[in-house]
C-alpha cells in the first residue's frame, strides 16, 4: 500500500506537470452552490413497482414515451408525468428452470439469476427490440409497441447481450443492425460485435487480443458520411476502460497492469476481409483517452452532444481516480472534441516488438489504403469497394496495428472539473442557448449516491449549480437522459426511476438569488425567478451566466432580518445563527460596526457554517451584532442580533428573561428557579437523545451534501462601502439612530472581489435576505446545555450544531467526534494532493 502510494505521488507529480499546469490551483472542491435534499424536491415524480434495477431506459420524446428496462419487467411511462397511472407493464420474468440452472452454477440468487433488461432499442416503427440476461441465458425479443405484450418468440441473445447484469455493456442498433460491446460470457474475452446484419462481425484475437479486459460504458453513432467531401463512412465511437498493454514501466507489477480510457471506432460499411480477417473488423482502431491522471483514472460514463453538425460532436466523460488508493474518492469531467479524437486515429500507430516484448512507435512504411480507415472515395478510385477488397497487406497490418499512437487529450487540455469526495457514475448533457446570446452546455452528473450535480460549463471551467438528492436511500445512479420536449430529466437507479425538472427557477426568491445562480434556465423578471423557455417576453429577463452578479441594480426589494435580542450570563457560550443557502456564500459578521475577528479559530469567536459561536462571553462582549452574506462580490444582511452579558450574580432575572416567550416557567419563584433549571436541562437531555439519533440520520445524508466545511473565511481585506441612497429610500428601512453605516438588506459590490464588478460609486441595491434562520426558543441561548462539548474542540470550527426548531440540536458527542475526525481524516488526504498540484506549478 505504501508503494503505491508513493507510485501514485510520483506519477501524479509526472503528470501533473503535463495535465495541471495551467489550472495548478485548480479547485479540487468545486461546492455545489444549493444543496437539495430529496425531503425538498418540488415537482419530482417518482415512478417504481414490484421490480427493481431501473437501469435501462429508452426516451422517445416525440411520442412523449419513456420506456424502462428494470429486472423482470419493462415499462412504458407517460413522459410528461412518469407517475400517472397511465403506465403500461410488461413481465418478463426468468423462467424457474432456468433459475434453477443459474443457482446450480453457484450464481447469486438475489442478484444474478434473475432478467436483468440489458438492452431497449428502437428497431422499426412498429417494434422495438430487447435483450435481458435470463438468468445467465440471455434472450432477446421484438416487442410489439401498441400491443407492448410479452411476445412467444425469443431469440438466443449470447451473442448479443452480457450473461452478467453487473458487467459493462453498450448496445445500439443502427440501420437495423445490432452493434454491442462487452464481454458477453463468463469466461470469454471481450468483444465488440455487429449481429442483425447480412455480415456479423467480430474483433481479433490472435496473434493479438484487440481488447485486453475491457469494460465498456458507452458507444455513439456518429454520421461522418453526411457532406463528407471525401465520401467517409458513418462511424461506431466506443469507449471502455481496459488493460495498458503498451505500458512496460516497471513501476507496475504484473498483477496491477495499469488500467486506462480508450476510445475505439469502427466503420457501418465494414463487411470483413475476404481471407485475411474473415467475419472481423478490418476497420477497428483504438486510442488511449487521456483526462487528469493517466493509469489512474477508470471511465464511468461518456455522453456526445452535436449542435446538427457532426463536425462539432463534443464527448463529454465522467472518470473516477484511482482504484489503487481507495481511501479517496475523487471525480473528474473531461470534455474531447470528435476532431481531436479523429486527429488520433489519422496519426501514427502503435507496434508490438515479440523480441523485447513492448509497444513503441511504428515508424515504418504503412500501406495504402490506409489501414483502419473507411472505404472513401480515394480508395474506391483504386478499385477498392469494400473492405473485401482491401489488399492482404492492409489487412495484415490492421491485424497487428490496432493501437494508435497519439492519446486523445480533453478539449482545452485540462479537465473540466475535478471534484473529491465524489464518484459521478453518469453524464447528461443539455445545450441551452442563454439570454446573452451565449450557447452553454449544461451538465448533469449522478453519483454513486443517488445525488445529481447540475453544473453549466462556463468557458473552460464548471460551476455547479446545484446538487439534488434524487433518492431517499443512496444508490448509485444508473442512468440519466434529458427531455428537451418535457424539459425533464430522468434519474434511472435501483429503486426506481425519477423524474426532474431541469430547472426550478421558484427556489430563488430574489434577483441576486437568481442571478448568482447563473443557471441559463432561469431570469429575473422584476417579480419572480423564472423559466426562460417558458417565458414569452424575454428581452425583460435578468440573467448573468457568465459572470453571476450582474443586471440587478434597479431592484430594490425592502426586506430586512427582523432584530432578535439575546441574552446570556457572563462566561456562557452563545450561538447566533446565520444560515446561508448559498454554499458559496461567506459570512461576516460585524460587532457595533467592526469586524468581529474569528480568524484561526483562536479566541472566543468562532465562525460556523450556521452561524457565529461566541464562548465565554465577557461583558465587553454586549452589542449589536450582523451577519452578512458575501457571495462573488455582492454583499447582503442576513441577520441581526443584540446580545446582552450580564454579570453572573443576576441569575434569577436572566432566568427569567431566558424563558420568557415560553411562559409558565418565568413566574415561579427563585427557590424553584434552580429545580427548573434542573428540568430543563433533563427534558433538554432527553430530547437530545431523540434528536441526536435523527440528526445521526439527517448527518449521514448530508455527509454527501457538502455542507459542512471546516473552512474559516479569509476576510481579512474586506472593506464595506457606504451605503447607497437609492437603496435606503426604496427600502425605507434605515433603523433610527444608525446614519446608516451598514444599511440593512442592502448589497454592495465591493471592488476587485469580482472580475467584473462595477466601480465602488455605482449603486447597489438591497437584496431580500434569505429567509431569517430558523429561531430556537428564546428561552435558551442556543446551546447552553453544550458548552463543555464544544470547548472541547479547541480550535477547529464547530460543525455539526445545527439549530432548527428543536430546542436542542446537538447530536451524540461520540457522533460529533466521529464526524469530525472522518471530516478530518479526508481533508488530510486531500490536502496532500492539492500540496502536490501546488509544488507541481
Ligand atoms: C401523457 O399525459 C398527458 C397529460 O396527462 C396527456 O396529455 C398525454 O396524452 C399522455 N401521453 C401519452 C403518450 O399517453
Ligand atoms: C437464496 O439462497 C439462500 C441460501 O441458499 C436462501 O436462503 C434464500 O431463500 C434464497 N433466496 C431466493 C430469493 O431464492
Ligand atoms: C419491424 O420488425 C419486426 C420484427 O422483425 C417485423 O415483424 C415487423 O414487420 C417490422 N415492421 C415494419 C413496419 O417493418
Ligand atoms: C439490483 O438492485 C439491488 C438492490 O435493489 C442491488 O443489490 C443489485 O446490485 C442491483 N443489481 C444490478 C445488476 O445492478
Ligand atoms: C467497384 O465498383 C465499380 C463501379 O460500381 C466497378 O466498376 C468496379 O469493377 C468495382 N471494383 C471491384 C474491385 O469490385
Ligand atoms: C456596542 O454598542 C452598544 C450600544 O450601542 C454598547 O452598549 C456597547 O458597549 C458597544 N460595545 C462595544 C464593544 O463597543
Same mark, same amino acid.
Given at each position: 500500500m505504501r508503494r503505491n502510494l508513493f507510485l501514485f505521488l510520483l506519477l501524479f507529480l509526472a503528470t501533473a506537470v503535463g495535465y495541471a499546469s495551467r489550472h495548478s490551483a485548480m479547485d479540487l472542491d468545486a461546492t455545489p452552490r444549493m444543496t437539495i435534499v430529496y425531503n425538498d424536491l418540488t415537482a419530482a415524480r417518482l415512478f417504481s413497482s414490484h421490480a427493481q434495477n431501473y437501469t435501462t431506459l429508452l426516451l422517445e420524446d416525440k411520442k412523449g414515451i419513456l420506456y424502462v428496462? /428494470?429486472?423482470?419487467?419493462?415499462?412504458?411511462? $407517460?413522459?410528461?408525468?412518469?407517475?400517472?397511472?397511465?403506465?403500461?407493464?410488461?413481465?418478463?420474468?426468468?423462467?424457474?428452470?432456468?433459475?434453477?440452472?443459474?443457482?446450480?452454477?453457484? *450464481?447469486?440468487? *438475489?442478484?444474478?439469476?434473475?432478467?436483468?433488461?440489458?438492452?431497449?432499442?428502437?428497431?422499426?416503427?412498429?417494434?422495438? !427490440?430487447?435483450?435481458?440476461?435470463?438468468?445467465?441465458?440471455?434472450?432477446?425479443? !421484438?416487442?410489439?409497441?401498441?400491443k407492448f405484450m410479452l411476445p412467444s418468440h425469443f431469440e438466443e441473445g449470447k451473442e448479443r447481450c452480457p450473461y452478467d447484469p453487473a458487467r459493462g455493456y453498450t448496445g445500439l442498433i443502427v440501420d437495423g443492425s445490432l452493434y454491442t460491446a462487452t464481454r458477453y460470457e463468463f469466461r470469454s474475452l471481450p468483444d465488440i460485435r455487429r449481429n442483425r446484419h447480412q455480415r456479423p462481425l467480430k474483433t481479433e484475437?490472435?496473434?493479438?487480443?484487440?481488447?485486453?479486459?475491457?469494460?465498456?460504458?458507452?458507444?455513439?453513432?456518429?454520421?461522418?458520411?453526411?457532406? &463528407?467531401?471525401v465520401g467517409d463512412d458513418d462511424k461506431i465511437y466506443y469507449f471502455f476502460t481496459e488493460r495498458a498493454g503498451e505500458e512496460t514501466t516497471s513501476v507496475f507489477d504484473k498483477t496491477q497492469a495499469p488500467r486506462v480510457a480508450r476510445v475505439a471506432r469502427v466503420c457501418k460499411s465494414d463487411l470483413g476481409g475476404k481471407k485475411i480477417l474473415q467475419r472481423k473488423w478490418t476497420s477497428f482502431m483504438k486510442a488511449r483517452l487521456a483526462c487528469y491522471i493517466p493509469y489512474y483514472e477508470v471511465l464511468k460514463d461518456v455522453y456526445s452532444l452535436n449542435g446538427g453538425d457532426w463536425r462539432s460532436t463534443v464527448f463529454y466523460a465522467a472518470f473516477t481516480l484511482s482504484a489503487h488508493w481507495r481511501s479517496m474518492e475523487v471525480s473528474a469531467i473531461c470534455r474531447?472534441?470528435?476532431?481531436?479524437? =479523429?486527429?488520433?486515429?489519422?496519426?501514427?500507430?502503435?507496434?508490438?516488438?515479440? &523480441?523485447? =516484448?513492448?509497444?513503441?512507435?511504428?515508424?515504418?512504411?504503412?500501406?495504402?489504403?490506409?489501414?483502419? &480507415?473507411?472505404?472513401?472515395? =480515394?480508395?474506391?478510385?483504386?478499385? !477498392? $469497394?469494400?473492405?473485401?477488397?482491401?489488399?492482404?497487406?492492409?489487412?495484415?497490418?490492421?491485424?497487428?496495428?490496432?493501437?494508435?499512437?497519439?492519446?486523445?487529450?480533453?478539449? +482545452?487540455?485540462?479537465?473540466?472539473?475535478?471534484?473529491?469526495?465524489?464518484? !459521478?457514475?453518469?453524464?447528461?448533457? +443539455?445545450?441551452?442557448? /442563454?439570454l446573452d446570446g451565449q450557447v452553454y452546455?449544461?451538465?448533469?452528473?449522478?453519483?454513486?449516491?443517488?445525488?445529481?450535480?447540475?453544473?453549466?460549463?462556463?468557458?473552460?471551467?464548471?460551476?455547479?449549480?446545484?446538487?439534488?438528492?434524487?433518492?431517499?436511500?443512496?444508490?448509485?445512479?444508473?442512468?440519466?437522459i434529458i427531455s428537451e420536449q418535457q424539459r425533464s430529466l430522468y434519474v434511472g437507479a435501483q429503486s426506481g426511476v425519477l423524474q426532474l425538472p431541469l430547472s426550478t427557477c421558484k427556489q430563488y426568491v430574489s434577483c441576486f438569488d437568481c442571478v448568482l445562480a447563473r443557471d441559463p434556465y432561469c431570469g429575473w423578471d422584476g417579480e419572480s425567478c423564472r423559466e426562460v423557455a417558458e417565458t414569452r417576453d424575454r428581452a425583460l429577463l435578468i440573467q448573468d451566466v457568465l459572470h453571476g452578479n450582474m443586471g440587478c441594480w434597479n431592484d430594490c426589494a425592502p426586506a430586512t432580518p427582523m432584530q432578535k435580542n439575546r441574552t446570556v450570563l457572563r462566561g456562557d457560550d452563545v450561538l447566533l445563527p446565520c444560515e446561508q443557502a448559498s454554499n458559496l456564500a461567506r459570512a461576516t459578521w460585524l460587532m457595533n460596526g467592526t469586524q468581529v475577528q474569528t480568524e484561526g479559530g483562536q479566541g472566543h469567536f468562532r465562525l460556523g457554517v450556521d452561524g457565529l459561536l461566541v464562548t465565554d462571553t465577557q461583558l465587553e462582549f454586549s452589542g449589536e451584532y450582523r451577519c452578512y452574506a458575501e457571495e462573488n462580490g455582492l454583499w447582503g444582511l442576513v441577520a441581526t442580533y443584540v446580545l446582552t452579558v450580564l454579570p453572573e450574580q443576576q441569575a434569577p432575572p436572566i432566568l427569567s428573561t431566558m424563558s420568557q416567550p415560553s411562559g409558565p416557567d418565568a413566574r415561579r419563584d427563585d427557590g424553584d428557579a434552580k429545580f427548573i433549571y434542573i428540568a430543563v436541562i433533563t427534558v433538554l437531555g432527553g430530547l437530545c437523545l431523540v434528536l441526536s439519533v435523527v440528526l445521526l440520520y439527517v448527518s449521514c445524508l448530508q455527509k454527501r451534501s457538502g455542507k459542512y466545511s471546516l473552512g474559516v473565511p479569509q476576510a481579512s481585506s474586506i472593506e464595506l462601502q457606504t451605503v447607497s441612497a437609492n437603496c435606503l429610500s426604496k427600502g425605507g428601512q434605515e433603523e433610527e439612530g444608525d446614519p446608516g453605516v451598514y444599511p440593512d438588506g442592502c448589497l454592495q459590490i465591493i471592488p476587485g472581489e469580482a472580475p467584473t464588478a462595477p466601480s465602488p460609486s455605482k449603486e447597489a441595491p438591497p437584496a431580500p435576505p434569505p429567509p431569517p434562520p430558523p429561531l430556537p426558543a428564546e428561552f435558551t441561548n442556543g446551546i447552553t446545555t453544550l458548552p463543555n462539548m464544544l470547548r472541547k474542540m479547541n480550535g477547529n470550527s464547530y460543525m455539526l450544531l445545527r439549530q432548527n426548531e428543536e430546542p436542542c440540536t446537538s447530536p451524540l458527542y461520540n457522533s460529533f467526534t466521529e464526524e469530525l475526525s472522518k471530516i478530518l481524516e479526508k481533508r488530510k488526504h486531500t490536502q496532500l494532493v492539492e500540496k502536490l498540484d501546488e509544488s507541481s506549478v
Amino acid at each position: 500500500m505504501r508503494r503505491n502510494l508513493f507510485l501514485f505521488l510520483l506519477l501524479f507529480l509526472a503528470t501533473a506537470v503535463g495535465y495541471a499546469s495551467r489550472h495548478s490551483a485548480m479547485d479540487l472542491d468545486a461546492t455545489p452552490r444549493m444543496t437539495i435534499v430529496y425531503n425538498d424536491l418540488t415537482a419530482a415524480r417518482l415512478f417504481s413497482s414490484h421490480a427493481q434495477n431501473y437501469t435501462t431506459l429508452l426516451l422517445e420524446d416525440k411520442k412523449g414515451i419513456l420506456y424502462v428496462g /428494470a429486472r423482470g419487467a419493462i415499462f412504458s411511462l $407517460n413522459s410528461s408525468n412518469i407517475a400517472d397511472s397511465s403506465h403500461q407493464t410488461m413481465d418478463w420474468e426468468a423462467s424457474p428452470e432456468k433459475r434453477a440452472d443459474c443457482l446450480k452454477k453457484g *450464481k447469486n440468487n *438475489k442478484t444474478e439469476c434473475y432478467n436483468h433488461i440489458r438492452l431497449l432499442q428502437r428497431l422499426n416503427s412498429t417494434h422495438l !427490440y430487447a435483450c435481458g440476461t435470463y438468468a445467465f441465458h440471455p434472450l432477446c425479443t !421484438y416487442i410489439d409497441t401498441n400491443k407492448f405484450m410479452l411476445p412467444s418468440h425469443f431469440e438466443e441473445g449470447k451473442e448479443r447481450c452480457p450473461y452478467d447484469p453487473a458487467r459493462g455493456y453498450t448496445g445500439l442498433i443502427v440501420d437495423g443492425s445490432l452493434y454491442t460491446a462487452t464481454r458477453y460470457e463468463f469466461r470469454s474475452l471481450p468483444d465488440i460485435r455487429r449481429n442483425r446484419h447480412q455480415r456479423p462481425l467480430k474483433t481479433e484475437e490472435s496473434p493479438l487480443h484487440w481488447l485486453n479486459d475491457a469494460e465498456f460504458v458507452a458507444s455513439v453513432l456518429v454520421r461522418e458520411s453526411v457532406r &463528407s467531401p471525401v465520401g467517409d463512412d458513418d462511424k461506431i465511437y466506443y469507449f471502455f476502460t481496459e488493460r495498458a498493454g503498451e505500458e512496460t514501466t516497471s513501476v507496475f507489477d504484473k498483477t496491477q497492469a495499469p488500467r486506462v480510457a480508450r476510445v475505439a471506432r469502427v466503420c457501418k460499411s465494414d463487411l470483413g476481409g475476404k481471407k485475411i480477417l474473415q467475419r472481423k473488423w478490418t476497420s477497428f482502431m483504438k486510442a488511449r483517452l487521456a483526462c487528469y491522471i493517466p493509469y489512474y483514472e477508470v471511465l464511468k460514463d461518456v455522453y456526445s452532444l452535436n449542435g446538427g453538425d457532426w463536425r462539432s460532436t463534443v464527448f463529454y466523460a465522467a472518470f473516477t481516480l484511482s482504484a489503487h488508493w481507495r481511501s479517496m474518492e475523487v471525480s473528474a469531467i473531461c470534455r474531447y472534441n470528435i476532431s481531436e479524437v =479523429r486527429a488520433a486515429f489519422e496519426g501514427s500507430y502503435m507496434e508490438y516488438q515479440d &523480441s523485447s =516484448r513492448k509497444w513503441s512507435q511504428y515508424n515504418g512504411d504503412v500501406p495504402e489504403p490506409r489501414p483502419g &480507415s473507411c472505404i472513401t472515395d =480515394r480508395a474506391r478510385k483504386s478499385g !477498392y $469497394n469494400s473492405s473485401q477488397d482491401l489488399p492482404n497487406g492492409v489487412l495484415d497490418f490492421i491485424k497487428l496495428h490496432p493501437l494508435m499512437y497519439e492519446e486523445v487529450k480533453p478539449a +482545452d487540455g485540462d479537465p473540466l472539473l475535478v471534484k473529491k469526495n465524489v464518484i !459521478y457514475t453518469q453524464v447528461a448533457v +443539455d445545450r441551452v442557448q /442563454a439570454l446573452d446570446g451565449q450557447v452553454y452546455d449544461m451538465l448533469f452528473l449522478g453519483t454513486g449516491h443517488g445525488w445529481i450535480h447540475k453544473a453549466v460549463v462556463i468557458g473552460s471551467r464548471v460551476h455547479i449549480i446545484e446538487e439534488i438528492q434524487a433518492f431517499r436511500d443512496p444508490q448509485p445512479v444508473e442512468n440519466l437522459i434529458i427531455s428537451e420536449q418535457q424539459r425533464s430529466l430522468y434519474v434511472g437507479a435501483q429503486s426506481g426511476v425519477l423524474q426532474l425538472p431541469l430547472s426550478t427557477c421558484k427556489q430563488y426568491v430574489s434577483c441576486f438569488d437568481c442571478v448568482l445562480a447563473r443557471d441559463p434556465y432561469c431570469g429575473w423578471d422584476g417579480e419572480s425567478c423564472r423559466e426562460v423557455a417558458e417565458t414569452r417576453d424575454r428581452a425583460l429577463l435578468i440573467q448573468d451566466v457568465l459572470h453571476g452578479n450582474m443586471g440587478c441594480w434597479n431592484d430594490c426589494a425592502p426586506a430586512t432580518p427582523m432584530q432578535k435580542n439575546r441574552t446570556v450570563l457572563r462566561g456562557d457560550d452563545v450561538l447566533l445563527p446565520c444560515e446561508q443557502a448559498s454554499n458559496l456564500a461567506r459570512a461576516t459578521w460585524l460587532m457595533n460596526g467592526t469586524q468581529v475577528q474569528t480568524e484561526g479559530g483562536q479566541g472566543h469567536f468562532r465562525l460556523g457554517v450556521d452561524g457565529l459561536l461566541v464562548t465565554d462571553t465577557q461583558l465587553e462582549f454586549s452589542g449589536e451584532y450582523r451577519c452578512y452574506a458575501e457571495e462573488n462580490g455582492l454583499w447582503g444582511l442576513v441577520a441581526t442580533y443584540v446580545l446582552t452579558v450580564l454579570p453572573e450574580q443576576q441569575a434569577p432575572p436572566i432566568l427569567s428573561t431566558m424563558s420568557q416567550p415560553s411562559g409558565p416557567d418565568a413566574r415561579r419563584d427563585d427557590g424553584d428557579a434552580k429545580f427548573i433549571y434542573i428540568a430543563v436541562i433533563t427534558v433538554l437531555g432527553g430530547l437530545c437523545l431523540v434528536l441526536s439519533v435523527v440528526l445521526l440520520y439527517v448527518s449521514c445524508l448530508q455527509k454527501r451534501s457538502g455542507k459542512y466545511s471546516l473552512g474559516v473565511p479569509q476576510a481579512s481585506s474586506i472593506e464595506l462601502q457606504t451605503v447607497s441612497a437609492n437603496c435606503l429610500s426604496k427600502g425605507g428601512q434605515e433603523e433610527e439612530g444608525d446614519p446608516g453605516v451598514y444599511p440593512d438588506g442592502c448589497l454592495q459590490i465591493i471592488p476587485g472581489e469580482a472580475p467584473t464588478a462595477p466601480s465602488p460609486s455605482k449603486e447597489a441595491p438591497p437584496a431580500p435576505p434569505p429567509p431569517p434562520p430558523p429561531l430556537p426558543a428564546e428561552f435558551t441561548n442556543g446551546i447552553t446545555t453544550l458548552p463543555n462539548m464544544l470547548r472541547k474542540m479547541n480550535g477547529n470550527s464547530y460543525m455539526l450544531l445545527r439549530q432548527n426548531e428543536e430546542p436542542c440540536t446537538s447530536p451524540l458527542y461520540n457522533s460529533f467526534t466521529e464526524e469530525l475526525s472522518k471530516i478530518l481524516e479526508k481533508r488530510k488526504h486531500t490536502q496532500l494532493v492539492e500540496k502536490l498540484d501546488e509544488s507541481s506549478v
